[in-house]
């Protein structure tokens, strides 16, 4: 699995579409490369959200710039042993 969260935009008919989800954990995900779809702009909106990731190795990129400019408040953030993360 290469990408976590494939969002399609044109599947979505409103802009600025606010998830419930308030915590996610990722562990031990050794394929994965991205948890969001690269080009997941605008669309998505996230409040008060939690995150936790821990053995991700292959993991590349958490949130794309654009995902990123719309956490609203985020809670927490912790990251452990993903090497090949990168900020963007």
Known sequence: MKIIFDIDESEVKT???????????????S???????????????FHNL??????????ITLFSSSLARN????ET????ECGKLVEK
């Open 15 to 29: 802009k600025g579409v606010v998830f419930g989800l308030k915590n996610f954990t990722l562990k031990n995900l």
């Open 50 to 59: 939690q995150v936790a990731v821990n053995g991700c190795e292959s993991l």
């Open 77 to 80: 953030l912790h990251i452990n």
């Open 31 to 45: 394929n994965s490369k991205h948890v969001w779809k690269e080009n997941s702009t605008g669309i998505i909106s």
């Open 71 to 74: 956490l609203r408040k985020l």
